[in-house]
């Protein structure tokens, strides 16, 4: 049942819950309207409600005109300004009152004048001058009458009635069966035709609510539209347990206790042997809210890409499967029951609470606001505020003081669009980095921006960013804890880190390598007595100094400048990456590419030197013996692999681990990335082999000298060098692998379903 109490998570603010108070008021309302007396309007105020009380009673006042317009009644403002002269001053009557009236009037075949209006209404004189053409345009369209109400067990075409599931001013909601088919369906009667048929029997999605077909009756008066029925309620169901519960008495089992709920109230069993109903009920509530944000954002994307805007995403036009699956509707009669809205809010719908600065701002008939801008991001925006609404039991800005009247209530939202979001309850404080919990809340900051431009692109991509908060193990590699090696190599300008990479392992060579040569074979020829003499080569020291001088101030600031050539491009696509641009593909591939060209550039390097050193000694000293040549040239080899393979899987580790995550975690996604990874395995393997020759290389140049015992100590020292470089290699091969496979749930086109039982359609 729904638990009744105090909210320990904390109450939300009165105008938090106003659409809520006034759902419920209208459902009331709605069976008795219109009534005989104005004074009525009172009885179906809650009881407990303390504020916004004018603002109720303009709803209700609207719904009662609009049901007495229906009943060939000519609605009139002044029987109600009469019975409520406190809540309803005529100095302060809301606009939307007085411009429903002139719309209602107008679709019962009266002709009112807008120089009337302005007398009766002298302060809204100007207001009537600028909207009467619109509201001519919207009443010009008509208003259904509504459809008469069916009793349990009648029968309308192919449908029998089992019972109502909610009704508005305009259309009724009922479970019936439908006989040919012998399944239940929701059926929505309504007088007329709209265009809502049409948009929802596009969608075959399975987060979006299946229509299976329309019929009209009674020549085309009765309006029959039949779809998938859902006895697990909706996401406003949940909201609520929300709200009862604090943070760490969340948990995705709260979805499915109100599930069952609603099982329970249509008469019907949980589903046995469920895996999805399992993992739900295990899986912790950040991860759960992303899930059910996955589902919803890949919903809106497939209505996007077929041209239809929602504009009305709100808990209670989310409904949910037995299994716990949220699909999105829009039935214009929301399940939960029947809002009214008046004047531009009718054409452009949706529910103030969740809606986007454009869309408010359009509402509002803002200077410069067009319902034009009121696109696709737009309801990314109200998804995003359902979501935090069901993270938080609480929607993630504040709004403060009592409305009067629909125009407040609006006004006060678009002031709190521009206040900083709300600090949000921590799942567990104690626990000082939950990577899902960090990552849901950024996407959801990103998705509130009050620029559209700055929000995800898509649904698709909001989609992707969520579904980094069901994997906290990949979590941190495209967010980085702050207390990591990963956010510290982040932080540095990419371009030094680059360079970095490619030189250090080249620079340790070279200093091992002219330390190496210089002690086992200048020093070797540099002796002018004792048993070396013979060996003596007069000036062949101050001559390899000269030559390494001038080798080392070529080949490391070229090496140097070269890889802050290949690295620039790379640096620039992270530089924008960081700040929310996606890269491209061809940027992607520049950055593996670099790995490649890191090692090249040592290896190519070291391959020019090892030939400059040997010709040019055996050159100037033409003594030089060949065979010392010959392991000058080896040595060299031995040093530039080092200086080629070390450089490769330093810049892998980095880009895998580090920049890549980097460059895709905008999109979350990139289609190569299964192909990357087979490369990233060949190509390391092919690394690995290089590095394993390494050390074979030292022990052939230990073998093939007949050197002093400190020499061969050295060669030794060499040797062990190599061999633990090889170990290093490999260990940083596996886990550039292992780093790989955790982006493959995020990234992969092969990855697992979310969730157990779920086909995980990419979109």
């Known amino acids: 049942m729904e638990p009744k109490g105090p909210s320990p998570g904390g109450t939300p603010d009165?105008?938090?819950?106003?659409?809520?108070?006034?759902?419920?008021?209208?459902?009331?309302?709605?069976?008795?309207?219109?009534?005989?007396?104005?004074?009525?309007?009172?009885?179906?105020l809650p009881q407990q409600q303390t504020v916004h009380v004018p603002f109720l009673l303009a709803e209700l006042v609207k719904l009662d005109m609009a049901a007495a317009a229906e009943a060939g009644k000519e609605p009139n403002l002044d029987d109600y300004l009469k019975a409520f002269p406190d809540h309803l001053p005529l100095g302060k009557l809301p606009f939307d009152l007085v411009i429903e009236e002139y719309q209602l009037r107008r679709e019962i075949g009266l002709d009112p004048k807008q120089t009337e209006y302005a007398e009766r209404f002298p302060q809204h004189a100007e207001l009537l001058a600028r909207f009467s053409h619109n509201a001519e345009t919207v009443a010009a369209a008509g208003r259904p009458a509504a459809p008469g109400e069916l009793l349990t067990g009648e029968q309308i075409d192919d449908f029998e009635i089992v019972q109502e599931l909610g009704r508005g001013a305009f259309a009724r909601v009922y479970l019936a069966r439908q006989i040919?088919?012998?399944?239940?369906?929701?059926?929505?009667?309504?007088?007329?035709?709209?265009?809502?048929?049409?948009?929802?029997?596009?969608?075959?999605?399975?987060?979006?609510?299946?229509?299976?077909?329309?019929?009209?009756?009674?020549?085309?008066?009765?309006?029959?539209?039949?779809?998938?029925?859902?006895?697990?309620?909706?996401?406003?169901?949940?909201?609520?347990?929300?709200?009862?519960?604090?943070?760490?008495?969340?948990?995705?089992?709260?979805?499915?206790?109100?599930?069952?709920?609603?099982?329970?109230?249509?008469?019907?069993q949980p589903p046995e042997g469920s895996s999805l109903?399992?993992?739900?009920?295990?899986?912790?509530?950040?991860?759960?809210?992303?899930?059910?944000?996955?589902q919803l954002g890949r919903a809106l994307d497939d209505a996007h890409r077929r041209g239809v805007l929602h504009r009305d995403v709100k808990p209670a036009n989310v409904l949910l499967s037995a299994e716990g699956v949220p699909k999105l509707a829009d039935f214009n009669v929301s399940m939960a029951g029947a809002a009214g809205r008046a004047g531009a809010a009718a054409t452009l719908g949706g529910s103030i609470g969740y809606m986007a600065p454009?869309?408010?701002?359009?509402?509002g008939g803002l200077p410069g606001a067009s319902p034009d801008e009121v696109a696709e991001r737009a309801d990314l925006y109200s998804l995003a505020v359902l979501l935090w609404e069901l993270w938080q039991g609480r929607r993630p800005f504040a709004t403060q003081g009592e409305v009067d009247s629909w125009t407040d209530a609006l006004?006060?939202?678009?002031?709190?669009?521009?206040?900083?979001?709300?600090?949000?309850?921590?799942?567990?404080?104690?626990?000082?980095?939950?990577?899902?919990?960090?990552?849901?809340?950024?996407?959801?900051?990103?998705?509130?921006?009050?620029?559209?431009?700055?929000?995800?692109?898509?649904?698709?991509?909001?989609?992707?960013?969520?579904?980094?908060a069901l994997h906290p193990e990949a979590a941190s590699l495209f967010d980085p804890p702050k207390a990591s090696w990963?956010?510290?190599?982040?932080?540095?300008?990419?371009?030094?880190?680059?360079?970095?990479?490619?030189?250090?392992?080249?620079?340790?060579?070279?200093?091992?390598?002219?330390?190496?040569?210089?002690?086992?074979?200048?020093?070797?020829?540099?002796?002018?007595?004792?048993e070396m003499a013979a060996l003596h080569i007069e000036g062949i020291e101050p001559a390899f100094e000269q030559l390494s001088t001038v080798v080392n101030l070529i080949a490391f600031p070229l090496g140097g400048l070269l890889a802050i050539y290949y690295g620039w491009p790379v640096a620039r696509a992270i530089f924008r990456a960081k700040r929310g641009e996606p890269a491209t593909g061809q940027e992607i591939d520049q950055v593996f590419a670099l790995c490649h060209r890191g090692a090249l550039l040592g290896g190519v390097l070291w391959g020019v030197a090892s030939l400059v050193f040997p010709i040019t000694l055996?050159?100037?000293?033409?003594?030089?013996?060949?065979?010392?040549?010959?392991?000058?040239?080896?040595?060299?080899?031995?040093?530039?692999?080092?200086?080629?393979?070390?450089?490769?899987?330093?810049?892998?580790?980095g880009v895998a681990a580090v920049y890549y995550p980097q460059l895709v975690r905008t999109p979350m996604a990139d289609k190569e990335f299964d192909r990357r990874g087979e490369r990233l395995r060949r190509s390391g393997e092919l690394y690995l082999y290089a590095a394993a020759v390494i050390p074979l290389a030292s022990i052939v140049l230990l073998a093939s000298l007949d050197a002093e015992r400190e020499s061969r100590a050295m060669i030794c020292w060499s040797v062990f060098a190599t061999m633990l470089g090889l170990f290093v290699a490999f260990k940083a091969y596996r886990y550039v692998l292992a780093t790989w496979a955790r982006m493959k749930p995020v990234l992969s086109t092969d990855r697992p379903a979310e969730a157990p039982g779920l086909h995980d359609s990419m979109g």
């Open 277 to 294: 109903r399992e993992w739900l009920a295990e899986a912790p509530w950040p991860i759960a809210v992303a899930w059910l944000g996955v």
């Open 486 to 530: 990963r956010r510290w190599v982040l932080s540095a300008p990419a371009v030094v880190m680059i360079a970095s990479a490619v030189l250090i392992p080249n620079i340790a060579a070279g200093l091992f390598n002219y330390f190496y040569n210089d002690q086992q074979i200048i020093q070797r020829h540099n002796k002018p007595d004792g």
């Open 358 to 363: 454009e869309h408010l701002a359009a509402i």
């Open 411 to 468: 006004a006060q939202q678009i002031v709190a669009r521009d206040e900083e979001l709300l600090e949000p309850e921590r799942q567990d404080p104690l626990v000082a980095d939950d990577s899902s919990e960090r990552v849901l809340e950024s996407v959801l900051r990103e998705t509130l921006a009050q620029e559209a431009d700055n929000r995800p692109a898509s649904g698709a991509e909001l989609a992707g960013r969520l579904q980094l």
């Open 180 to 268: 040919s088919m012998q399944r239940l369906v929701a059926l929505k009667v309504s007088a007329g035709k709209g265009d809502e048929p049409q948009a929802l029997a596009q969608f075959d999605h399975p987060n979006v609510v299946r229509v299976y077909d329309q019929r009209s009756l009674d020549g085309g008066d009765t309006h029959l539209l039949y779809m998938q029925y859902l006895p697990g309620g909706t996401l406003a169901d949940v909201v609520k347990r929300v709200r009862w519960c604090g943070p760490a008495a969340r948990s995705g089992r709260l979805v499915l206790e109100a599930i069952d709920d609603n099982l329970l109230d249509a008469a019907q």
């Open 14 to 44: 009165a105008t938090e819950r106003l659409d809520e108070v006034l759902e419920q008021c209208l459902e009331r309302f709605v069976l008795e309207a219109p009534i005989d007396r104005a004074e009525r309007l009172l009885d179906f």
């Open 618 to 653: 055996k050159v100037w000293f033409p003594e030089f013996p060949l065979s010392e040549a010959y392991h000058f040239c080896l040595s060299l080899l031995v040093c530039g692999g080092v200086a080629a393979v070390y450089p490769y899987f330093l810049l892998t580790t």
